[in-house]
């Protein structure tokens, strides 16, 4: 195969996936500048991007943490189906085996029922079936409206950080 010969079909494709790639890597560079010339004009909008980072790496290692205490062993940001979820917990107990996808939100508002739905979906897919996976969302807060669908939904748990914190102590 030629890569220069442009009556070859699969050079052509060749070709325009190489001119794809350089525009995205002039396009990426484009962003990182100007992305380095707002963190020098504005440096406590970097500070915050950075700290919101932080906080989120922060809370995914404290619920991972807490799931290790609990006897889970944990995986953090692992592919289902196509869906990235933030965590998967695992614990075997004599013949007794369960998995949850574990979906972490901490944000200042409560999750929503949304969060709930689209996890609910999730666990219909193959792998998340033949896994028997459940579902939990780990959150600061809930909706009303999350907690009621979680209710309505025996393979969906909705913990609040401090329910997680309750169940490790004796």
């Known amino acids: 195969l030629l890569v220069d010969d442009s ?3 699969a050079a052509v494709a060749y ?7 350089k525009e995205l890597g002039r396009k990426l560079v484009g962003v ?6 707002a963190d020098q004009a504005y440096p406590e909008a970097r500070s915050e991007r950075l700290d919101k980072t ?9 619920v991972a ?18 869906n ?12 007794r085996h369960e998995c949850y996808l574990v979906e972490r939100k901490d944000h200042v ?9 689209k996890l609910a979906a999730w666990l219909q897919s193959e792998k998340a079936r033949t896994m028997r996976a459940q579902g939990l969302v780990v959150a600061r807060a809930f909706s009303p409206a999350a907690l009621t669908f979680a209710k309505a939904h025996p393979e969906l748990q ?11 102590q004796p």
């Open 7 to 9: 009556a070859c079909p």
């Open 15 to 21: 070709a325009n996936v190489a001119d794809r790639i």
């Open 32 to 37: 990182e500048h100007s992305r380095a010339i």
């Open 54 to 62: 932080a906080k989120g790496k922060s809370f995914e290692e404290q």
């Open 65 to 82: 943490r807490l799931l290790s205490l609990l006897g889970y062993e944990v995986e953090r940001e692992q592919l289902v189906d196509g």
């Open 84 to 95: 990235r979820v933030d965590l998967i917990a695992r614990r075997r107990e004599g013949l």
């Open 109 to 117: 508002r409560p999750a929503g029922k949304e969060v709930l739905e």
């Open 158 to 168: 909705a913990k609040g950080i401090e329910e997680l914190e309750r169940l490790r």
